[in-house]
Nanobody, 127 residues
Framework: QVQLVESGGGSVQAGGSLRFSCAAS????????MGWFRQAPRSEREGVAS????????YYADSVKGRFTISQDNAKNTLYLQMNSLKPEDSATYYCAAAPVRSAICSRIHSGDFPYWGQGTQVTVSA
């Protein structure tokens, strides 16, 4: 059974930083696509970043490029998202997700491609 458990959410002022972790069990982080998504109230879920762990190839939404960094630790079977220069519009519930797809699909950061999801962790960025 695949389980993804996020941690690291919280409240921060604009310009601050947060780091998310996603511990995976029953799912090998290596040679897979792992991603971070977010959903604000009354908004659709959007892709933030993904990584094809087979080659550590990363993909980012334009809105977070240069501010967020996705990474993996294969030994710990854990996915991370480092978020810097946070803005109020980054406020949302963030989800970790996993998909048994190749890099070309991983690059789309499309929620429909991901069958496995964590429970979500909330981020609030105040102005």
């Amino acid at each position: 059974q695949v389980q993804l458990v996020e941690s690291g959410g919280g409240s921060v002022q604009a310009g601050g930083s947060l780091r998310f972790s996603c511990a995976a069990s029953g799912w090998p982080v290596y040679n897979a696509c792992m991603g971070w998504f977010r959903q604000a109230p009354r908004s659709e879920r959007e892709g933030v970043a993904s990584i094809y762990t087979g080659g550590s190839v990363t993909y980012y939404a334009d809105s977070v490029k240069g501010r967020f960094t996705i990474s993996q630790d294969n030994a710990k079977n854990t996915l991370y998202l480092q978020m810097n220069s946070l803005k109020p519009e980054d406020s949302a519930t963030y989800y970790c997700a996993a998909a048994p797809v190749r890099s070309a699909i991983c690059s789309r950061i499309h929620s429909g491609d991901f069958p496995y999801w964590g429970q979500g962790t909330q981020v609030t960025v105040s102005a």
